[in-house]
């Protein structure tokens, strides 16, 4: 008599990796989500300045007090920007020594992780050396 609900030991491996790939794929995700926001971040930054800049040219005189604001917009778009890229980073760092280096090499059970996600060795080499991968 077999039991259909308990998952075999053959399954085990695939519910791993597939544990594995979605976590790589929302870690992904929320790096292409962040980049999008330092590109928000930095458009409008260059809008409101902009617009500050064309407000205080219609009436120098009158409006010359607003450029005071300019240095606290770019600040804290900055520092917006600045959490993002740390969070970026942070998630390459996981996904490199974690996901890349440590789970697919326990998934596989060999000594090297499998030639399957290696965007951020590969991304290590060719900032280390940028003749050596060209095409």
């Known amino acids: 008599m077999s039991n259909q609900n308990t998952p075999s030991c053959s399954n085990g491996g695939s519910l791993k990796q597939e544990a594995i790939i979605a976590e790589y794929t929302s870690l992904r995700e929320e790096i292409a989500g962040r980049t999008r926001d330092q590109l928000v971040c930095v458009t409008a930054s260059l809008v409101a300045i902009g617009a500050l800049l064309s407000t205080v040219a219609t009436d120098p005189v009158?409006?010359?007090?607003?450029?005071?604001?300019?240095?606290?917009?770019?600040?804290?778009?900055?520092?917006?920007?600045?959490?993002?890229?740390?969070?970026?980073?942070?998630?390459?760092?996981?996904?490199?020594?974690?996901?890349?280096?440590?789970?697919?090499?326990?998934?596989?059970?060999?000594?090297?992780?499998?030639?399957?996600?290696?965007?951020?060795?590969?991304?290590k080499i060719r900032d280390r050396h940028p003749d050596c991968l060209d095409t």
Do not use: N
């Open 62 to 123: 009158k409006f010359s007090g607003l450029l005071v604001v300019a240095p606290w917009i770019l600040a804290v778009f900055g520092i917006l920007w600045c959490d993002h890229a740390h969070a970026v980073h942070m998630i390459g760092v996981y996904l490199r020594d974690e996901i890349e280096q440590k789970k697919l090499r326990q998934l596989g059970g060999a000594a090297d992780p499998p030639e399957t996600i290696g965007w951020e060795p590969i991304s």
